[in-house]
């Protein structure tokens, strides 16, 4: 393969991962489909040596050499629970690593744009981060119109189970109540590609606050209760970290809370389900019984489906403490009667495709092992952010979205989904990036 065809190639592919929050829209196919590509091209036509993997500037990188071993021991751990519940068949392991075996590819993703773009002096161009913001703008303005209208500029209405999905919006996203968690995930990537593009500082700051109220808006608009304190919590982190964007912050928040504060007066559906739907997970359920309201105290957390779930994930754990029961076995484990004893109230719905929380997903499915494994690769990982930040500051923006990915104390959807593992290669791959500077095109840290 000659040079100028590689180099034709590698541009493509390269200019392709700015377009993956577009097609992620369409699903999971067409991103997942980019991401091998480019893995298999660069590693088998471009890397001439495995070492290069986990070399950074002739030094181990850690994080990359972590992640690995994290997923040798995840597909070691889920067989040896075959074999051990005499479960080790064909059809089984089939199933198994049809579904887990590819999550490796999406470490050796980050490693190669890095390597296309220092192969063939790959600059960071405008075009890229402008199809990402205007990718971004569009989920706001569809989700917006669909809240307005009642289906989005497609026709999509929110459905749920086949019915009408009453207080919650799906977007573009067809039948998939998820805007709030793809604005939530993009959200700081956002600001940092607005921070990138816009030079003028009065700009930036006008952009930025239009941003912050219109998205912070959608994803209350949404219905996702989670998504909502999630970046509520990541604005306070900004907040806390951008000492010369405090009162641009304050001041979008006010108005943020304003129109908040005056849309859910006017949606009583969507204030139940924001708000007292909100106390309820907390142990307050604000109920109606005829025409008069009255407060419910509930036992604990553990009351509600999330703690059901979370309580059953727990006592899993306690049986498989060592290397869990295997990745995504908890849709399995949980039906058996031996769990029908633990505490929650709603123990008859505790079962469900993952415990919706990380860290109780990782503990009950992979163990002790596995969840140090996972602690090793958020420190391995802000370590690398600490070390990068001595040379960009701007990394800090990324540097949020790493702390709200790995929060430990909220409901979230399953770490390995295919969806996550997307969202989550494309942040590490922005990461690598900076750390390989190759953004340096645009201005540094104002």
């Known amino acids: 393969m000659n040079y100028k065809f590689q180099e034709k190639i590698s541009r493509i592919l390269f200019n392709a991962f700015f377009l993956i929050p577009f097609f992620t829209i369409l699903g999971p196919l067409i991103p997942d489909l980019i991401i091998s590509f480019t893995i298999i091209f660069t590693f088998i036509f471009l890397i001439p040596s495995s070492k290069e993997i986990f070399l950074n500037k002739n030094k181990i990188d850690y994080f990359i050499l972590t992640f690995f071993l994290f997923f040798i021991f ?25 579904r887990s075996l590819f999550l490796f590819r999406f470490i050796f993703y980050p490693i190669s744009i890095v390597y296309l773009a220092k ?91 239009i941003f912050l109220i219109l998205c912070l808006t959608t994803i209350v608009l949404t219905g996702e209760r989670s998504v909502t304190l999630l970046t509520l919590f990541g604005v306070l982190i900004f907040f806390i970290l951008f000492k010369k964007q405090r009162l641009i912050i304050l001041s979008g928040a006010f108005i943020f809370f304003l129109i908040s504060f005056y849309m859910l007066e006017n949606n ?67 039906s058996k009667k031996l769990y029908d004893n633990i505490n929650s109230r709603l123990k008859s719905i505790r079962c469900a495709t993952h415990p919706h929380n990380t860290y109780l997903e990782v503990l009950s499915e992979t163990g002790l092992i596995g969840l140090i494994f996972f602690l090793l690769l958020l420190l391995t990982l802000l370590i690398k952010i600490y070390k990068i930040k001595s040379y960009d500051k701007s990394i800090k923006f990324l540097m949020i979205s790493v702390i709200l990915i790995f929060w430990p104390i909220i409901t979230t959807g399953s770490f390995f989904t295919n969806m996550t593992q997307i969202y989550f290669t494309f942040l590490l791959t922005i990461i690598f990036m900076i750390e390989n500077q190759i953004f340096n095109k645009f201005n540094q840290m104002k």
């Open 74 to 98: 995840i597909l070691f751990s889920s067989t040896i629970n075959f074999f051990i519940n005499g479960e080790l068949n064909f059809d089984n392991l089939k199933s198994y690593f049809s």
């Open 119 to 209: 192969k063939f002096a790959f600059n960071v161009e405008k075009k890229n981060i402008i199809i990402f913001l205007l990718t971004i703008f569009f989920v706001i303005f569809d989700t917006l119109f669909q809240y307005f209208y009642g289906k989005d500029i497609f026709g999509f209405v929110p459905m749920e189970r086949d019915q009408l999905a009453v207080g919650r919006l799906s977007g573009p996203f067809g039948d998939e109540l998820i805007p709030g968690s793809y604005l939530m995930r993009y959200f700081f990537i956002t600001i940092f590609f607005l921070f990138l593009l816009i030079k003028r500082e009065i700009y930036f700051k006008i952009f930025f606050s």
């Open 268 to 334: 009583p559906t969507l204030k139940q389900r924001v708000i007292n739907h909100s106390l309820h997970q907390f142990g307050i359920s604000l109920e109606k019984d005829g025409n008069k309201k009255h407060y419910k105290q509930i036992k604990s957390f553990i009351d509600s489906h999330y703690g059901a779930h979370w309580e059953t994930s727990f006592e899993i754990w306690k049986r498989n403490k060592i290397i869990g029961i295997g990745l995504k076995q908890f849709r399995n484990e949980c």
